[in-house]
């Protein structure tokens, strides 16, 4: 996907690291709205000209809601004050009761939002909209409990296909990646276990729970999967990123996956805030023709950082340090 005018900042002289962050960080902060306590784990898109996306905005009675966002460079963002409301035939679906951590993916011309949506528990939503207005709400993809609903951009066997992590009520101690298809967006099946946290010997970073991240991206080497994990250390839960590359036509198949992070908290504003010590990626903007891939993760549980990287070096990076 070759995106408009794609945010990008060269590597710091000096800096070795395959990702490095924004310059601007945090580049949304966490009261860019009037009433937002926060504003993190969020989904960008090219989008006409500009930019668009679905922004995760807690309110300051602290209830988890969706709003709308646009961009001329996808770094200075003006969001809808007004939460986003799904237009649903079936009023059991689409009551309203919490929303949180969206993706968006375009495929075939339509862009699709699935996020944790709050039905007897936490599960995975889908819409589809085609002009960021107006967004059609399907039926919840799976049963409670589930989370981090990430679609492929094309269709795989000629099905819709998600790799998600099902969970429990709670912050989930656990979790392993699964991988399943769909004909229609109602019916989900075919599932297939993709990858389960590793053991604590091999990769520390990973080791108590993991799940996809931003909308994966197809390569001559497989899909590119940036996926978060996390270790439960002495002074919490740390939620660092790194990257897997799946293979392109069974996708649930492994092929490489990094033993190493690409980013964990480490400035003040990653370990600081209503979560500490979080870096939780959710979409990216690349450019097939350059290699450059621009991605946004959320800090601390508080606000939106921006890091870049070059996907051949980010493959090479997976492949170098992989775990398989």
């Given at each position: 996907?070759?995106?408009?005018?794609?945010?990008w900042e060269?590597?710091p002289?000096?800096?070795?690291?395959?990702?490095?962050?924004?310059?601007?960080?945090?580049?949304?902060?966490?009261?860019?709205?009037?009433?937002?306590?926060?504003?993190?784990?969020?989904?960008?898109?090219?989008?006409?000209?500009?930019?668009?996306?679905?922004?995760?905005?807690d309110?300051?009675?602290?209830r988890?809601?969706?709003?709308?966002?646009?961009?001329d460079?996808?770094?200075?963002?003006?969001?809808?004050?007004?939460?986003?409301r799904?237009?649903?035939?079936?009023?059991?679906?689409?009551e309203?009761?919490?929303?949180?951590?969206?993706r968006?993916?375009?495929?075939?011309?339509?862009?699709?939002v699935?996020?944790?949506?709050?039905y007897?528990?936490?599960?995975?939503?889908?819409a589809?909209t085609?002009?960021?207005?107006?967004?059609?709400?399907?039926?919840?993809?799976?049963?409670?409990y589930?989370?981090?609903?990430?679609?492929?951009?094309?269709?795989?066997?000629?099905?819709?296909?998600?790799?998600?992590?099902?969970?429990?009520?709670g912050?989930?101690?656990?979790?392993?990646i699964?991988y399943?298809?769909?004909?229609d967006l109602?019916?989900?099946?075919?599932?297939?276990?993709?990858?389960?946290p590793?053991p604590?010997e091999q990769?520390a970073?990973?080791?108590?729970?993991?799940?996809a991240?931003p909308?994966?991206?197809?390569?001559?080497?497989?899909w590119l999967?940036?996926y978060?994990?996390?270790?439960?250390?002495?002074?919490?839960?740390?939620?660092?990123f790194?990257s897997?590359i799946?293979d392109r036509d069974?996708?649930?198949?492994v092929?490489?996956?990094?033993?190493?992070?690409?980013l964990?908290?480490?400035?003040?504003y990653?370990?600081?805030?209503?979560?500490p010590?979080?870096c939780?990626?959710?979409?990216?903007?690349?450019d097939?023709?350059?290699?450059?891939?621009?991605i946004?993760?959320?800090?601390?549980d508080?606000?939106?950082?921006?890091?870049?990287?070059?996907?051949?070096?980010?493959?090479?990076?997976t492949?170098?340090t992989?775990?398989?």
């Amino acid at each position: 996907m070759n995106t408009n005018q794609m945010p990008w900042e060269d590597r710091p002289a000096g800096c070795k690291d395959v990702v490095w962050r924004c310059s601007k960080n945090p580049i949304i902060p966490r009261d860019l709205l009037p009433t937002s306590n926060s504003i993190f784990n969020s989904a960008v898109v090219s989008f006409k000209e500009g930019f668009a996306g679905v922004f995760r905005c807690d309110d300051r009675n602290r209830r988890m809601a969706l709003h709308v966002g646009f961009s001329d460079d996808a770094i200075n963002w003006k969001i809808n004050e007004e939460p986003l409301r799904f237009q649903c035939d079936n009023l059991e679906i689409g009551e309203w009761v919490y929303g949180y951590d969206p993706r968006v993916c375009l495929i075939e011309g339509r862009y699709y939002v699935t996020w944790c949506n709050g039905y007897h528990g936490p599960t995975i939503g889908v819409a589809w909209t085609d002009d960021f207005v107006t967004f059609h709400q399907e039926e919840n993809a799976f049963l409670p409990y589930n989370r981090n609903g990430v679609m492929f951009p094309v269709k795989i066997n000629g099905n819709f296909a998600m790799v998600s992590r099902p969970s429990d009520t709670g912050h989930t101690p656990f979790g392993d990646i699964f991988y399943s298809e769909s004909p229609d967006l109602v019916y989900w099946g075919k599932h297939r276990h993709v990858m389960a946290p590793a053991p604590f010997e091999q990769s520390a970073w990973q080791c108590m729970k993991i799940g996809a991240g931003p909308t994966p991206i197809e390569t001559e080497e497989g899909w590119l999967m940036i996926y978060h994990g996390v270790l439960h250390s002495c002074n919490g839960y740390v939620y660092s990123f790194g990257s897997a590359i799946l293979d392109r036509d069974e996708p649930w198949k492994v092929k490489y996956r990094s033993g190493q992070y690409l980013l964990s908290p480490q400035k003040a504003y990653e370990c600081m805030g209503d979560v500490p010590n979080v870096c939780f990626p959710c979409a990216a903007l690349h450019d097939s023709e350059t290699g450059q891939i621009a991605i946004y993760y959320g800090c601390a549980d508080t606000v939106t950082g921006l890091a870049f990287g070059y996907i051949p070096e980010i493959i090479e990076f997976t492949k170098r340090t992989s775990i398989i």
